[in-house]
T-cell receptor
Framework: GAVVSQHPSRVICKSGTSVKIECRSL??????MFWYRQFPKQSLMLMAT?????????EQGVEKDKFLINHASLTLSTLTVTSAHPEDSSFYIC?????????????FGNGTRLTVT | AQSVTQLGSHVSVSEGALVLLRCNYS??????LFWYVQYPNQGLQLLLK??????LVKGINGFEAEFKKSETSFHLTKPSAHMSDAAEYFC??????????????FGTGTRLQVML
């Protein structure tokens, strides 16, 4: 089955530094990937839609200069949290679907737990 | 516009008992509906999906869900709960299957607790 790999699984960084999270579709190509954020014991909130070869589409209230998304190839999207602060601490999850498969559901990575100290 | 409502943030059942997790949706077009399960500190795993065709959908781990258009519901059931079913369950809806239209809207989740 389709596999989405997310790296790293956990990261701790100091306030003011930047952190890059990678999302890879291992055995399929993904023109579109989605980045979600999940606070403890809450649902997933869509942050942005990552589009291969073009700019990402951000949801209302998400700072595009803070959360930089790059979708440079059909199998890789990256999310960079710039100048991280403690309030950015959260669980970030990416997802992608098999474009060539009719009615294919979204497949999710295992998430990245970001802790900003 | 689309939305999902999951009634009950916590559900507790005894091992071997019926599991029923409720989900109601709102969509301006025929929806595609999904149930995902999340174990602690992990991503989401697809349990089952409804797109078109048969309204009773069977998924992994013995779960199934029935799409009822008249009730705008997509409740998740399992005849007999197992300890390993304890997790967070999310119902989700999308209005499209390609590109940006396939982005999911999630419910707030239901934590299932299974007791001995």
């Amino acid at each position: 089955g389709a596999v989405v790999s997310q790296h790293p699984s956990r990261v701790i960084c100091k306030s003011g530094t930047s952190v890059k999270i990678e999302c890879r579709s291992l055995d399929f190509q993904a023109t579109t990937m989605f980045w979600y954020r999940q606070f403890p014991k809450q649902s997933l909130m869509l942050m942005a839609t990552s589009n291969e070869g073009s700019k990402a589409t951000y949801e209302q209230g998400v700072e595009k200069d803070k959360f930089l998304i790059n979708h440079a190839s059909l199998t890789l999207s990256t999310l960079t949290v710039t100048s991280a602060h403690p309030e950015d601490s959260s669980f970030y999850i990416c997802s992608a679907r098999v474009e060539s498969s009719y009615n294919s559901p979204l497949h999710f990575g295992n998430g990245t737990r970001l802790t900003v100290t | 516009a689309q939305s999902v409502t999951q009634l009950g943030s916590h559900v507790s059942v005894s091992e071997g008992a019926l599991v029923l997790l409720r989900c109601n949706y709102s969509s301006s077009v025929p929806p595609y509906l999904f149930w995902y399960v999340q174990y602690p500190n992990q991503g989401l795993q697809l349990l089952l999906k409804y797109t078109t065709g048969a309204t009773l959908v069977k998924g992994i781990n013995g779960f199934e869900a029935e799409f009822k258009k008249s009730e705008t519901s997509f409740h998740l059931t399992k005849p007999s709960a197992h300890m390993s079913d304890a997790a967070e369950y999310f119902c989700a809806v999308t209005q499209g299957r390609t590109g940006t239209a396939s982005k999911l809207t999630f419910g707030t989740g239901t934590r299932l607790q299974v007791m001995l």
